[in-house]
Nanobody, 121 residues
């Protein structure tokens, strides 16, 4: 059974930093995509950052230069380091996994329960 479990959310002032973790268990695909998504109240879910099994990363324009995604394969854990946080970064953050097929990410079938990030001005 695949399980993704986020942790590390909380409240921080603008300009601060926070690191989210996503512990992954039971995911057996050797070629995969792991992403962070977020959803703010009244807004659509958006992709924040992703990393695939080759180590290639991608970021939304809104977080480039501030957020860094990484993974520790030995610990089966995905991270999102968030620096220079802004109030508009406030959202529920989710990690998700998808198989990587022909260099493209498939359907994100597996999701964590989410962790709330609140940035105050």
């Amino acid at each position: 059974q695949v399980q993704l479990a986020e942790s590390g959310g909380g409240s921080v002032q603008a300009g601060g930093f926070m690191r989210l973790s996503c512990k992954v268990s039971g995911y057996t695909y050797s070629s995969y995509c792991m992403d962070w998504f977020r959803q703010a109240p009244g807004k659509e879910r958006e992709g924040v950052a992703g990393i695939d099994s080759s180590g290639k990363t991608r970021y939304a324009d809104s977080v480039k230069g501030r957020f860094t995604i990484s993974k520790d394969n030995a610990k089966n854990t995905l991270y999102l380091q968030m620096n220079s946080l802004k109030p508009e970064d406030t959202a529920m953050y989710y990690c998700a996994a998808a198989p990587r097929i022909l260099s493209m990410c498939g359907v994100y079938n597996y999701w964590g329960q989410g962790t709330q990030v609140t940035v105050s001005s």
